[in-house]
């Protein structure tokens, strides 16, 4: 390993774990302080009293989690929180686990117990390393001070190369109090052997994926959270206008493609968009950027894209060919590869025929006008689709930040995001997480507006952030989608478990929310009819502080286009009755290749055999 070394000076390891972090750029930290890691905010304490590194005290640890998480997603940067060692460390686990899931860069700093004490249940002693061992990229525990610097460098070149994830560094008391001679290490100057992302493409599946795509008639892009993580954005864009490509996106890919453009379908998947989920079923070509074929996405699996062949770009060789095996995989940063594979389009003197897609893009528009996103209205209450539309009209260019339920898939369908506005947890989908990943993102992006959607229930599940807020006067503005129920578990129930409404019901216990904010010394505001909705976002956005908003919604509506589990995207429920969906013929088997072949075909076009 090869290390960019300054002046040496005599420290302790709490000192040198805060001065690496300052010198990987880390302004802000969220964290919650206890026993075992006090000797790091003793020197946390100096280091904030000199400038430059600002602590935020969270409530709970959940919330410092959480924090790192949304000012990762916000700005690609490494996210940072602390947590003592035992019931600290634990608390952090869901966070963790959310990161893990959905690629989010962040380094994690646990206190433990001395050393001599590791193995002896001492006092506040858990293994945090080993529990969570299978929701990080990597971890160390510090064993003497001298590697301190060392670690911190890897830690954040490992969580923020390849596919991003989160890293654990836990440091046992005594090394955070042990003096030494430290010598500080300076980003950029690690090389772990062993440890090398493929960065560029093969540039034969590069000219292979090139072929496919002038080949197909009816294709379709489908992009995820990889394409943000890499920053692809621009290289996306450039991708469909070129090829005349429709783009559709994961949950974590929102952001990625002006929703506003005309080549845009919106989300698919279990609650997508019924065009993006028709045309996925119905492509020739699928090209899967930055995508992992969740299920949520897929569906029924064997039936996701049956007609189609598939070009899978991805920078984690674990996830091309996992879920679905691909024609053209192509292992490498999406950014790299889309560049190349561009510019070797441009250099081939590729020349697009502006009509080949042509019948295709008229098809989905047709789909489009017959199968609309639609907002009810009712004479009696408001829908929960009509308040995300008045903040999408008010606040376009917020950054948005979700908890997870119906009011995450309608902000999901209504919402158009820019490049990082979308901060919502899709992998582990977790309650909670909205208010915590809103405080982290304000935090980095300063005076841009960010807005918490929120549920009933979601906000309960962290509501004591609201202290953190308080303390900060953090500009949050936080929408709750209040229908009194856990309504993603009350739809479920009503459609799969013959409307046995178990513990779902909110209402018997539901805090004063308005009450509750201003307990915090922060904005309450209720909205409880159409008439006061337009005022009300308006009102929460002009307070300079930060506010909540308890919005009062119909009680039963449910989140549709629905994919139910096991089915196929094609069998979408709640679209509009007057529409039928289009049955699509059987595809069969050629005997002889294995080919796939509409019913419709006598013989088949890739051997010729009669079927």
Same mark, same amino acid.
């Given at each position: 390993m090869q290390l960019q070394r300054v002046a040496v000076k005599r420290a302790s390891g709490g000192f040198a774990l805060i001065d690496s972090l300052k010198r990987h750029g880390v302004k802000h930290i969220f964290g919650y302080p206890g026993g075992a890691i006090l000797p790091i905010y003793d020197e946390l304490y100096k280091a904030e009293a000199e400038g430059g590194i600002q602590h935020i005290l969270v409530r709970h640890e959940q919330g410092a989690a959480h924090a790192a998480d949304g000012y990762a997603r916000a700005t690609g940067q490494v996210g940072v929180c602390f947590g003592t060692s035992g019931p600290g460390a634990t608390n952090l686990v869901t966070g963790i686990a959310t990161a893990h899931m959905d690629s989010i860069p962040m380094v994690i700093i646990t206190g433990q117990v001395a050393r001599g004490a590791i193995g002896t249940d001492a006092f506040q002693e858990t293994d945090i390393y080993g529990i969570t061992l299978p929701i990080v990229k990597h971890s160390y525990v510090v064993r003497d001070p001298r590697d301190m610097a060392r670690i911190v460098a890897e830690a954040f070149y490992i969580a923020s190369t390849g596919r991003p994830g989160p890293v654990l560094i836990d440091v046992p008391k005594d090394v955070a109090l042990e003096e030494f001679d430290y010598e500080p290490i300076e980003p950029g100057s690690v090389k772990l052997p062993g440890y090398r992302p493929t960065v560029k493409g093969n540039p034969r599946q590069i000219a292979n994926a090139l072929k496919l795509i002038h080949e197909s008639t009816q294709p379709l892009l489908y992009v995820g959270g990889g394409a943000i993580a890499a920053n692809a954005h621009a290289e996306v864009q450039e991708l469909a206008e070129r090829f005349n490509l429709p783009v559709t996106t994961t949950l974590m890919g929102i952001g990625v493609f002006d929703?506003?453009?005309?080549?845009?379908?919106?989300?698919?998947?279990?609650?997508?968009?019924?065009?993006?989920?028709?045309?996925?079923?119905?492509?020739?070509?699928?090209?899967?950027v930055g995508a992992r074929f969740d299920d949520r996405v897929t569906g029924k699996l064997d039936e996701f894209a049956s007609r189609a062949k598939v070009i899978h770009i991805d920078v984690d060789p674990a996830e091309v060919g996992k879920n679905r095996t691909p024609e053209v995989p192509i292992v490498g940063d999406v950014k790299n590869v889309l560049q190349e594979l561009l510019k070797r389009s441009t250099e081939d003197g590729d020349v697009v025929d502006p009509n080949r897609n042509a019948a295709w893009l008229k098809r989905i528009d047709r789909w489009r006008e017959e199968y609309p996103l639609e907002v009810p209205h009712y004479a009696d209450s408001l829908s929960p689709q009509e308040v995300i539309v008045e903040l999408a009209t008010q606040a376009p260019h917020a950054y948005y930040t979700t908890d997870v339920g119906q009011h995450q898939m309608w902000a999901a369908q209504f919402l158009k995001n820019g490049p990082r506005r979308w901060i919502s947890s899709a992998g582990l989908g977790t309650m909670g997480f909205g208010v915590p990943a809103a405080m982290g993102a304000k935090m980095a992006v300063g005076d841009?507006?960010?807005? +918490?959607?929120?549920?009933? /229930?979601?906000?309960?599940? @962290?509501? &004591?952030?609201? *202290?953190?807020?308080?303390?900060?006067?953090?500009?949050?503005?936080?929408?709750?989608?209040?229908?009194?129920?856990?309504?993603?578990?009350?739809?479920?129930?009503?459609?799969?478990?013959?409307?046995?409404?178990?513990?779902?019901?909110?209402?018997?216990g539901m805090p004063?929310?308005?009450?509750?904010?201003?307990?915090?010394?922060?904005?309450?505001?209720?909205?409880?009819?159409?008439?006061?909705?337009?005022?009300?976002?308006?009102?929460?956005?002009?307070?300079?502080?930060?506010?909540?908003?308890?919005?009062?919604?119909?009680?039963?509506?449910? +989140?549709?286009?629905?994919? /139910?589990?096991?089915?196929? @995207?094609? &069998?979408?429920? *709640?679209?509009?009755?007057?529409?039928?969906?289009?049955?699509?013929?059987?595809v069969l088997q050629c005997s002889h290749c294995g080919a796939k072949n509409m019913s419709t075909n006598k013989f088949c076009p890739e051997c010729g055999t009669k079927l």
């Open positions: 929703e506003h453009h005309p080549l845009a379908v919106g989300m698919l998947g279990m609650h997508g968009t019924a065009y993006a989920n028709f045309a996925v079923m119905e492509c020739d070509l699928l090209i899967a841009e507006q960010v807005i +918490c959607v929120s549920g009933d /229930a979601s906000f309960q599940m @962290n509501l &004591q952030e609201l *202290g953190t807020l308080s303390q900060y006067n953090i500009k949050v503005k936080t929408v709750i989608i209040n229908n009194g129920w856990q309504g993603m578990v009350r739809q479920w129930q009503q459609a799969f478990y013959g409307e046995r409404y178990s513990s779902s019901n909110m209402q018997s004063d929310i308005p009450k509750l904010t201003e307990a915090y010394g922060l904005k309450g505001i209720v909205i409880r009819s159409r008439d006061e909705l337009a005022a009300g976002i308006a009102e929460m956005l002009a307070h300079d502080g930060p506010v909540v908003v308890d919005v009062r919604v119909r009680r039963d509506e449910n +989140c549709y286009p629905m994919v /139910a589990p096991g089915k196929s @995207n094609a &069998q979408m429920v *709640g679209l509009p009755e007057h529409k039928k969906l289009e049955k699509l013929p059987e």
